[in-house]
Each structure stands twice: as structure tokens, then as C-alpha cells.
């Protein structure tokens, strides 16, 4: 294993990070351990047993949650790393741990369906937490939404489902300047392409359940940040409100993750190709993807993602709801199922019915399809999206 700050690649992190020989069996890879508990020491008065980050017992902290949190933090460039359950049980750990009665959140008018339940209704309506939903690509509505009392600010970029794009940057200026907190919700564009700590975020959110575990096969959650803050949510979130992985799903992120590099650069350029093309074509009502040219926030996502622009993008054709669900059933290789960022190519037709579609722009409002472009040949993505338009207007 190579050394501690050793300045290495990304490639090279993904594979190494979090592994080593193990010492007992000289095995290549670290096992999977599978306890819930480990052997306290001759004398254990002195131990604090909602201490986190030790093994003690799993919900604590254990061997395959710390080596993912290693290769997690690496990707992030954070100081720590703290890894959960899944994305929601980051996201609800997160805000737990920060926020109390009488504190206000700005959050991104488009986010993942959760944060929107957990702050705009739970915190709200339960704990006295005052919400402000704010189109965050707006620097401007984010100012004139702040209040003495702001005490975090939540954007996700690129948002689900629109792609809409928030200024990492410009916002963690303004967080900062008001005395406010700024996490970012990175599930959609990963770590690879996009690591918010570097452009000034306190907290970088990943589903990893998606890209960087990769084959749709494991649920986790990460929150990267300033170690001050991470020891608080780990012991809260983790210990107290039991939202710890398992590790048998941190092994499968862990090998899923040495892989993650060589799949986002193919989601990316699988990515950008089925844009373009959809855009071509006279079928489709729009098209969004923050790599392309027409997307609004195509300027600002150039700023901040690098080398690509991520896997999901979002797409309506001329059509009613039900040559919708006919162009879908008629996909070959791409799945009607949720989630993103498997190696397979998925699709999900969102209805008219989303009650959050007046939060979003208007060519979302009457139904749309948001596509995971998968690490398929792009030929196939592509061709297959030919087939199933003619099979659906032919019918
Ligand atoms: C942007 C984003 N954040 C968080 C989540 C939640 O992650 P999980 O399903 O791992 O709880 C999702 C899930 O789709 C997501 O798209």
C-alpha cells in the first residue's frame, strides 16, 4: 500500500485506498467482517459506549466501514469521511446532527424526494425548523432567502430529476459571509467529476448507493466534511439514531469503488453522446444535460465539473403520458426502473402527478423521462432509443 499523502492518482486511489494485505491470511484483498462485536480490553470502565469510530460493536464503527470511509475521504479530498446506511440516512444524519428548533435552512427548489419530506415537512412541522425552498442556480434568491438565523444552506447540483445546476462556489461565499453552513448533495454529478469540499463546501453528500458503488447491488451513504462536524454526526447519526451500513454492503461498495474512474469516464461520454443525439431529433420536447450547450447552467457546470458532466439526464418527447410508458416498455436495453448510476442503463417516466413539478422549470410539468445512461457501447443506448421511438409511433 503505498504511503499516507503520498500525492497519487485518482485511478490509483480508487484501487488502493481502504485496502491492504490482510495481516492474518495474507489474503490480497481485506475481508468482509461479518460481527457485530469485537473483544473489549482487560479493563473496560474506562470505555464510553456511544463512543463512535472505535470497534466496539458494529453500530459503533467497524473494520469495513473504516477502510470505506478511508477511500471515500480520499475521493472527496475531505478530512473524514463518515459512511451510513444509504444517501437518506446521510442526508437525515446531516440535519439531525445540525440543526435545532429555531434554526432556518435554505434548500434547492429541485432535490431528491427526501430532502424535501425530511426538511420542508418532518423538521419543519415537528422540530420548528424554518424551510426556505430557493431555486438555488439563483444567487440572488439565495441572498434575499437568508435570515440571521440561517444557519445551514443545502443545494444538490446536478438537481434530480431537472439537472439544474447551483454555483458551488459563488454559494459557499455567501454561506460563509452570513455565518451559515454549506452542504452539497454530489450524488449526481460523483466525486469524480465534482468534489465540493474543493470549492468550499462544509459537507459533500454521496448516495453511494449509485456511481460509486456502481452495479446497483448495495445501498450506502457518505458525508465528507471537517472532522469537527463528522465526529458529531457519526455520533449521532451512526450511534444514536443506528444508521450504520453493514459491512457486508461496505465490502461490496469497497470493490465496487476500484473500479469507479474508468466507469464515470464511460457514463460521461455515454452520457453526452445520447444528449446529443436526443437533440437531433424531432420527437423530443427538450432535452437536459448540464453538458450540453443549450442547458442553462452549462456555463457554471463547466466550471465545476470536470472531466465530465455524470450519467443522468432528463428528456420529454411530443407526446401524451401514455407514448411515454409505450416508448419505455418498448426499450430493449435500457430498464423502466428507478435509481442511477448502475452499470445498466435506466429510465423512469415521472407523471404529471409529482407534486413538486411547480418547483420545477415549465417543460417538466407535464411529464418527462429521466434517463441513467449506463456503461453500455453508446451504439447500443442509442440504437435502442431508435427502435423503440419507431415501435411507439408506428403503434
Ligand atoms: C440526489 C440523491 N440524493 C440522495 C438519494 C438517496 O440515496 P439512497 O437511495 O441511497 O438513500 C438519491 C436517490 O436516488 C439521490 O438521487
Redesign the pocket.
Known amino acids: 500500500m503505498p504511503q499516507k499523502n503520498e500525492k497519487l492518482g485518482f485511478l490509483t486511489r480508487a484501487v488502493h485506498e481502504g485496502n491492504a494485505v490482510d495481516k492474518d491470511t495474507k489474503a490480497v484483498k481485506r475481508p468482509i467482517t461479518m460481527a457485530n462485536s469485537y473483544e473489549l480490553p482487560y479493563d473496560p470502565t474506562g470505555i464510553n459506549w456511544s463512543s463512535a469510530g472505535q470497534n466496539l460493536y458494529t453500530r459503533n464503527g467497524g473494520a469495513n466501514q473504516n477502510y470505506l470511509q478511508e477511500k471515500i475521504a480520499s475521493f472527496e479530498n475531505a478530512q473524514d469521511s463518515i459512511v451510513l446506511a ?4 446521510a ?1 437525515s444524519g446531516l440535519f439531525f446532527s445540525l440543526l435545532k428548533s429555531g434554526d432556518h435552512v435554505i434548500f434547492s427548489s429541485v ?2 424526494i ?2 424535501y419530506r425530511l426538511l420542508n415537512e418532518l423538521f419543519n412541522n415537528k422540530f420548528k425548523i424554518e424551510t426556505s425552498i430557493v431555486d438555488t442556480s439563483n444567487l440572488q434568491a439565495i441572498k434575499t432567502a437568508l435570515k440571521p438565523n440561517t444557519k445551514l444552506i443545502h443545494v ?1 447540483t446536478p438537481a ?1 430529476p431537472t439537472l439544474s445546476i447551483s454555483d458551488i462556489k459563488a454559494i459557499s461565499e455567501i454561506a460563509r459571509k452570513n455565518g451559515a453552513l454549506l452542504s452539497v ?1 454530489n ?2 454529478a460523483s466525486p469524480f467529476n465534482q468534489r465540493p469540499i474543493e470549492l468550499g463546501a462544509d459537507f459533500s ?1 454521496e ?4 456511481y460509486v458503488n456502481g452495479h446497483g447491488d448495495a ?3 457518505s458525508i465528507s466534511g471537517k472532522k469537527e462536524y463528522l465526529d458529531v454526526i457519526r455520533a449521532q447519526a451512526q450511534v444514536n439514531l443506528g444508521a450504520a451500513i453493514s459491512p457486508f454492503n461496505a465490502w461490496l461498495i469497497m470493490r465496487g469503488a476500484a473500479t469507479f474512474p474508468l466507469r464515470m469516464k464511460q457514463h460521461n461520454e455515454n452520457a453526452l453522446e445520447t444528449a446529443r443525439f436526443l437533440e437531433t431529433l424531432d420527437e423530443t420536447r427538450f432535452v437536459s444535460y448540464p453538458g450540453l450547450e443549450s442547458h442553462r447552467g452549462h456555463a457554471a457546470a463547466k466550471l465545476q465539473m470536470n472531466p465530465g458532466f455524470g450519467g443522468v439526464l432528463s428528456f420529454a418527447l411530443k407526446a401524451d403520458a401514455d407514448a411515454h410508458n409505450r416508448f419505455v416498455s418498448n426499450l430493449r436495453i435500457i430498464t423502466s426502473a ?3 448510476g448502475h452499470d445498466t442503463s435506466l429510465i423512469a417516466y415521472i407523471g404529471k402527478n409529482d407534486e413538486r413539478q411547480y418547483l420545477y422549470p415549465k417543460e417538466f410539468h407535464n411529464g418527462f423521462l429521466r434517463l441513467s445512461v449506463g456503461i453500455e457501447d453508446s451504439k447500443d443506448i442509442i440504437d435502442d432509443i431508435k427502435q423503440a421511438l419507431i415501435k411507439t409511433f408506428k403503434t
Open positions: 444509504s444517501g437518506v440516512a442526508l432535490t431528491y427526501a430532502v444538490e434530480n448533495d450524488t449526481l453528500i448516495s453511494l448507493t449509485k445501498m450506502g451513504g428507478v435509481s442511477l
